[in-house]
């Protein structure tokens, strides 16, 4: 196995959680320390609090081939920053989401020196939002002819995403005692009145069946005390969508059925590849190729990832990931030799460019 281990531990103990930028721009330098010195051509660029690095094979902002994965991570307890390793397995906070994957794409990149037109962003904060990517897209880097984005599912590729809307809804009233409820207007009241509406309306998703636009209820904030009844009360809702133009259709159905305040806090659009493009055919290849005893699928995600970002290059945009499991939780783990394989894979594949269409 030739994972860099060392990178890795490197990283986490930088303990790079998104809300705090000192210390992913720590893990930021590190990468840029390590590929400078490798003789690839890297710039750290400034994108708000956070020092995002750009590297590549090639001078300039636009390789044929783009790679993504990002270097924040959630929170974790301290213990969890400490690379542990168990023959291939490693656990800690983001050896699977997605130091692991970074680290996989460094090796890539140094692995194609002078023989291949290959770059990478490594963004910041891709667990609150991706803002990092959408800078660095906005600064003009791009993929000419593949961006392949290394936080998605393993074994498969998936070639869209669901966009995401995220909605306040607030309800007013008139607050007053919990010993006469006949003198108020209680605003917690409208509140779940108007999301049963809501959720009336909205057609049921299955697991069996899941590329459909869904709709899950995620905070609520109401009152201040166990006697008062509040003055507002107020629910956060965590839209996915499938298709662009539903945006408008969904905003104002909320609305219009709910009859409260909405607010739409953020939003980014879904995100669509055409499977049957010779880019994605040849990397479905190479990977089929690489996996054999694996039923590599083309796959369409729920969650969102940097990809997001990526739709106006105008080339496609895969999603891959590599394998582990439990991201997010204490039991996040990484295989290691999985991790080497897609790195020999994905070097391979891109050093033959000519499969790119």
Request: proline residues 4%; hydrophobic residues 40%.
């Amino acid at each position: 196995m030739s994972f860099d281990t060392k990178l890795l531990a490197d990283l986490m103990a930088c303990k790079p959680v998104s809300s705090q930028p000192e210390n992913v721009n720590r893990a930021s330098a590190i990468l840029n320390q390590k590929l400078t010195a490798a003789g690839l051509h890297c710039t750290m660029e400034n994108c708000g609090d956070y020092q995002v690095l750009f590297a590549s094979t090639t001078p300039g902002k636009e390789p044929d081939v783009l790679l993504n994965a990002h270097i924040d991570v959630v929170p974790a307890t301290d213990d969890l920053f400490t690379l542990k390793i168990d023959g291939d397995i490693a656990r800690g906070r983001g050896v699977g989401d997605c130091l692991g994957n970074a680290v996989s794409i460094a090796q890539i990149l140094i692995n194609l020196k002078n023989q291949a037109s290959v770059g990478a962003i490594f963004s910041c904060d891709e667990e609150i939002g991706g803002a990092t990517t959408a800078a660095m897209v906005k600064l003009g880097y791009r993929a000419r002819r593949l961006a392949i984005v290394i936080d998605g599912p393993t074994h498969a590729l998936a070639i869209a995403q669901k966009g995401i809307i995220i909605i306040r809804l607030r309800a007013r009233g008139a607050g007053g005692h919990a010993s006469a409820p006949w003198a108020c207007d209680n605003p917690i009241e409208k509140l779940l009145d108007g999301y049963a509406k809501l959720k009336s309306a909205w057609p049921e998703v299955s697991a069996d069946d899941q590329w459909h636009d869904t709709m899950a209820p995620c905070q609520i904030q109401a009152g201040f005390a166990d006697n008062q009844i509040p003055e507002q009360a107020e629910m956060i809702l965590n839209i996915r969508y499938t298709q662009e133009e539903n945006f408008a259709t969904i905003t104002h159905l909320v609305e219009n059925l709910t009859g409260l305040e909405t607010e739409v806090l953020r939003t980014c659009k879904p995100l669509y590849t055409d499977e049957n493009a010779p880019a994605i055919q040849a990397l479905l290849a190479a990977m089929r190729q690489a996996f054999p005893d694996k039923d590599i699928a083309v796959r369409r995600m729920n969650g969102a990832t940097d990809a997001r970002h990526m739709g106006a290059f105008g080339v496609p945009v895969a999603i891959i990931g590599t394998p582990g499991g439990s991201v997010h939780s204490d039991l996040e783990w990484a295989d290691l030799d999985g991790i080497d394989k897609y790195t020999n894979m994905l070097t391979d594949f891109i050093r033959d460019s000519t499969n790119l269409g």
